[in-house]
């Protein structure tokens, strides 16, 4: 099942922090991004990835890594994929900064049309601990059920501070798979990847 969302542009959650002095944060906004508004937020997008993947997130990349290499993946990888309904993209918002990013692949196979799966769950550094990846990730979710995806699959770097996250959230981890790719950060260690999965 796809979703045609090329004319809408659907906010999914609005919310507030309290900061640890008492103070209430600004609002994050959870947006599924239609194909023309993804389009417009390449650039911003490609800071989000940048600065996560020099702060040391496992998504694929390793240094060096430029301005330019981020938005690239955005324009000539995600772009096409969310104009053809096969991927949907969500960003979180605050003081209308773009603060991170999630994926949700449907483009999966005749046999498991009940699945998709998360990709590329970012959040800026300097926007972390404000419970914004929690957002992303019960957007997707909310969507994935609308849509039918009874079955949600990830994996992540075993040990990153995104596995107990996703744990907190129901995702069950299966089993790893060792040497599974390149630390970002050091091009001679192999890191193992956590298999997830919840049913929604």
Known sequence: MSLDHANTEVTRIESSRT???GTESSPIE???LTAEAARTCLNELGDVLH???HGGASVSFVL???PEDAEAFWRNKVQPAVEGGKLLLWVARQ???IAGAVQLDIDTPPNQPHR???RKLLVHPDFRRQGIARDLMRAAEAQAVQLGRSLITLDTRTGDSAEPLYASLGYVAVG???GFSRDPHDAGKL???TIMYKRV
């Open 19 to 21: 900061e640890a002095s």
């Open 64 to 66: 060096p890594y430029s």
């Open 176 to 178: 790893q798979i060792p």
């Open 30 to 32: 959870v947006t599924l």
């Open 51 to 53: 600065a996560c993947v």
């Open 95 to 97: 003081n209308g900064r």
């Open 191 to 193: 890191d193992a990847t």
């Open 116 to 118: 998709a799966e998360i």
